[in-house]
T-cell receptor
Framework: KAGVTQTPRYLIKTRGQQVTLSCSPISGHRSVSWYQQTPGQGLQFLFE???????NKGNFPGRFSGRQFSNSRSEMNVSTLELGDSALYLC?????????????FGPGTRLTVL | AQSVTQLGSHVSVSEGALVLLRCNYS??????LFWYVQYPNQGLQLLLKYTSAATLVKGINGFEAEFKKSETSFHLTKPSAHMSDAAEYFC????????????FGTGTSLTVIP
């Protein structure tokens, strides 16, 4: 099976712009989670989607949003970018929303905000 | 509140020496527990997971971890370090009573000295 794919891999934006990141989960996986990773804050949970519904949400401002499509592909959007949004954004999928199932991670999208 | 503590943000060992990376969790019910490894510019890869079967869990690349409920710990070990083990290691918990959300520790950077 193909792994989790994320596009684009690298992105450079300027403050105030918006950005959309895409994630394709492993075939058959219905749960997709998003994380922000920075050197100072580590891995921070953004949100999780399961069957097109947001199940859990982390402590991020409303500028961060996401959605999941019927084919389980997911997108996350960040509006009005700030310098502090520069980070590696990781997507992870799992077969179901059960905690028994491990998450499989994509390679990430490296976002740089200038 | 759920949390994961990884003692030691940086650990250095000599090649061939024992690797011990510490993870303690707080959860009101026994959670599912995971160890992930992250190599530079890559996503996270699952090393092993504990799902309430055997308390000693064997993973990939010679790593293993032991679940100790009395100590609320899930430390990762490897008898003999290889240069290729140099990476960032993350412990994660998924408590059953929190919607199975994943909570990650802050990570431990392992350096292997030749």
């Amino acid at each position: 099976k193909a792994g989790v794919t994320q596009t684009p891999r690298y992105l450079i934006k300027t403050r105030g712009q918006q950005v959309t990141l895409s994630c394709s989960p492993i075939s058959g996986h219905r749960s997709v989670s998003w994380y922000q990773q920075t050197p100072g804050q580590g891995l921070q949970f953004l949100f999780e989607y399961f069957s097109e519904t947001q199940r859990n949400k982390g402590n991020f401002p409303g500028r961060f949003s996401g959605r999941q499509f019927s084919n389980s592909r997911s997108e996350m959007n960040v509006s009005t970018l700030e310098l502090g949004d520069s980070a590696l954004y990781l997507c992870a999928s799992r077969a179901s929303a059960s905690g028994y199932n491990e998450q499989f991670f994509g390679p990430g999208t490296r976002l740089t905000v200038l | 509140a759920q949390s994961v503590t990884q003692l030691g943000s940086h650990v250095s060992v000599s090649e061939g020496a024992l690797v011990l990376l510490r993870c303690n969790y707080s959860s009101s019910v026994p959670p599912y527990l995971f160890w992930y490894v992250q190599y530079p510019n890559q996503g996270l890869q699952l090393l092993l997971k504990y799902t309430s079967a055997a308390t000693l869990v064997k993973g990939i690349n010679g790593f293993e971890a032991e679940f100790k409920k009395s100590e609320t710990s899930f430390h990762l070990t490897k008898p003999s370090a290889h240069m290729s083990d140099a990476a960032e290691y993350f412990c994660a918990v998924s408590p059953p009573n929190t919607g199975n959300q994943f909570y990650f520790g802050t990570g431990t950077s392992l350096t292997v000295i030749p």
